[in-house]
């Protein structure tokens, strides 16, 4: 059998130049020969089964040692991936969202429901009985919402600045998107935590719309809200739908196991996310310019609103269904 | 028993390849050196921006809107500092945030692969301190807030969460690793060759088995034994010792480091100054 020091005399150049020509090709600044770049892929094996016969052989550890980084470094070297990362926000944008949004239809509608039903109810119910209100939001919090929307306060008279417009902007980015990613992250336990927010903010959007409504101050909270939500509602229920199928996965793996199938559903679940975020940051935007701005009348604001629904359900349903997969 | 903590990777090439696994608890002290990081690089963004305050104020006359656009910017720099703060420093500094790094440590994917930028935001996103804030909006809502108990409970469970999952895990993988499919190894460094330890090369009396052989050149290689404690070792294997040491009047631990040497290749007799390192 081959001794320890023959075997580092004999294979010492070798390794020394696979060595070197990774950080050449790593650091891209040491320009490489092209048969030098052709033969990387045999000196990479040579290296591994200098490795395998070390770790056979019984060879001291810290020969072992120094070939089994060597080889790490060859094996991430040609395994990375590097994926020009504009061209696929781009694509996920074009059709890679939208057929997303299809496939997981299920979860979506399911988070739909999970938002509409209690929200509906208790906005009929306060239509009915508006005092049901004081049960569910506390008097100061109803009072702030109603000084913020009446109709000859200062919101809706004076045009705020574009200072101001900037760092409402600021807060509603770290404050939805925030929300967004902590729906998805509560989502873990069972689902559990994704259902509640939906439950939650369903019932809050109702209470509030439900009890300006009543105070009459319709004509300023519909216009404001009518814009950006479709956004933000829609991608606050994608946050919860990835957020409770990353749950469901682990308690129902169906044919595969529980891990597997958390992996499997993260893929889709965190890109889903990524839909979700945008929308937020998009929402964000229409909310701190357009939807709380004085000088653009009801009537735009609802037409806008309308097109942005239309717009987004159209994108949503057919965006991304000619590219061939 | 094996009490390594060495996972075993096959690559496509049919080799292993050998990652030291991190555990819990560098795992953990990294992790509160990053928050402190990060809240350090708040406290000197908000320092930041207050500084760009006055240069405005300073500059135009439109102090309030100028104040109130800072504050807009201010919170976006706070937002993405507080969620991509350790995706930027995972991804931007090759898998090894600061605090990964003062203790040494790496993420990888499972397949010895680097971090992809979904990996590691799956994973960041993952943490079970995102939804904490959740938690505590259930509790407020459901009006168990006050029950200090429960509170208690919810809390120690959500901490435990990333502490527990890891070690119930072959691989410690909390649960944002397991979702996104990575590791948290060690990051190896080439071991230092030992100092030397000059000794003619002796012939082996008897034939040794793979894995004596392997032992006696540790023992040749180590350099955490006192000289009292070595020749201790060295007395056990005085049978074996004992002929050629009288023959050469050398001690065990000399003829021990003799057989190393022959094992690594040192022919007997020859003095070639590089053949004596083991």
Known sequence: MLKQQEFEKQNRAVWRDFSQLLLARESKLVPVSNEAVQNLPAAYRRVCQDLAHAQARGYSVELVQELNQLVLRGHQFFYAQTRPAWREILQFIVYGFPRLVRAEWRWISFAWLVTLVPALLVFFVIKIEPNVVYSLATHAELASYAEMYNPSGEHFTEARGAGADISMFGFYIRNNVGIDFQTFASGLLGGIGSIFVLVYNGVQFAVVGGYLQGLGYGKTFWPFVIGHSSFEITAMVFAGAAGMKLGFAWFFPARRTRLAALKFASKNAIRLLYGAALMTFIAAWFEAFWSSSVLIPAEAKFIMGALLWSGLSLYFVFAGRDYAD | ?278
């Open chain 2, 1 to 278: 028993m094996r009490l390594d903590t060495l996972l075993a990777i096959e690559t496509p090439e049919g080799m292993d390849l050998h990652l030291p696994l991190a555990g819990v608890f560098p795992r953990l002290v990294a992790w509160l050196l990053d928050t402190l990081l990060r809240y350090l690089i708040v406290v000197l963004s908000s320092l930041l921006c207050f500084l760009f305050y006055l240069l405005g104020a300073w500059l135009f006359s439109y102090e309030k809107q100028w104040g109130q656009a800072l504050a807009g910017l201010w919170m976006i720099a706070l937002f993405l500092i507080e969620w991509f703060y350790p995706v930027l420093s995972e991804m931007l500094l090759k898998g090894r945030s600061p605090g990964k790094r003062a203790l040494g440590l790496l993420v990888l994917r499972e397949d010895g692969r680097p971090l992809s930028w979904g990996a590691s935001i799956t994973r960041n996103l993952l943490r079970s301190s995102n939804f904490l804030f959740v938690m505590a909006t259930i509790l407020i809502s459901t009006k168990t807030h006050d029950n200090g108990f429960v509170v208690f409970c919810l809390v120690v469970i959500f901490i435990l969460l990333d502490m527990i999952v890891p070690c119930l895990n072959q691989r410690f993988q909390r649960l944002g690793d397991l979702a996104a499919g990575t590791l948290v190894v060690y990051r190896q460094f080439t071991l230092a060759r030992p100092p030397v330890h000059r000794a003619p090369a002796q012939v082996l009396p008897v034939p040794l088995l793979l894995s004596e052989q392997r032992l006696l050149m540790d023992f040749a290689n180590q350099t955490q034994l006192s000289p009292a404690r070595t020749q201790e070792l060295a007395s056990i294997l005085h049978p074996l010792t004992e002929a050629q040491s009288q023959a050469q009047s050398l001690n065990g631990v000399a003829i021990l480091y003799g057989y190393a040497a022959t094992l690594f290749g040192q022919q007997k007799g020859t003095k070639d100054a590089e053949t004596t390192r083991i």
